[in-house]
């Protein structure tokens, strides 16, 4: 029964993320924001707008669905997916879940009850339908996420197939033009990111 349930839970996924992700280039949801958008379409939030108007943010997100959804229905690194997509599902859901104005207002007589309702539905649609499919999915795949948990991980070289004490595979040795590259590439983003530190301290309370 679990098979089924997670075949059908992430080819649901898959077709609405894959759909959601082309109707930002195509436009076939006309009342949806995509490219070729007028300019006085609503957009439920400000927060989108921004996201529209910088010009990679929204589109970005886009592109994350648009692969989401090709994944979910190859049935191919669906962990890796799920883990991926998940702050656009979160994002998503947060702001259809920004409905408290909406209930202040109602208590105080400045929005209706349909207003009101319509708000809880489009939660419940626009968020909710989406992200819990999505959690479900991660839970089924929880066995992927588990080393990631380790309290107290140890780290090892890239190429070396598990962690010291790990009874996993342990790939060939690596070469030693990408063991120079490994070590190369780690030296160069700890002095980048120690002087960036440096930068960020010697500006408190300037």
Same mark, same amino acid.
């Given at each position: 029964m679990l098979g089924w349930m997670v075949i059908a839970a992430r080819i649901v996924l898959g077709v609405f993320y894959l759909l959601s992700g082309l109707n930002w280039f195509f436009g076939f949801i006309p009342f949806l924001p995509h490219i070729g958008m007028p300019a006085d379409l609503r957009i439920k939030h400000d927060v989108v707008r921004e996201m529209i108007d910088s010009g990679w943010m &929204?589109? #970005?997100a886009k592109v994350i669905e648009l692969v989401f959804g090709v994944f979910m229905l190859a049935n191919r690194a669906v962990p890796l997916m799920l883990a991926a997509a998940l702050p656009v599902a979160a994002i998503t859901f947060g702001l259809d879940a920004l409905i408290? =104005? =909406?209930i202040?207002?109602? &208590? +105080?007589g400045t929005v209706s009850g349909p207003e009101v309702w319509a708000a809880i539905e489009d939660m419940i649609v626009g968020g909710l339908c989406v992200l819990l499919p999505h959690l479900w999915l991660m839970w089924c795949y929880a066995a992927y996420y588990r080393p990631m948990l380790a309290w107290? +991980?140890?780290? =090892?070289?890239a190429w070396h197939g598990g962690s010291k004490g790990d009874a996993g595979p342990v790939a060939a040795p690596a070469s030693p033009a990408l063991r120079r590259a490994f070590y190369a590439f780690g030296a160069i983003a700890l002095v980048f990111q120690t002087y960036n530190l440096f930068l960020?301290? #010697?500006s408190i309370g300037g």
């Open positions: &929204f589109q #970005s408290l =104005d =909406d202040a207002g109602w &208590f +105080a107290k +991980a140890v780290p =090892d070289e960020f301290t #010697s």
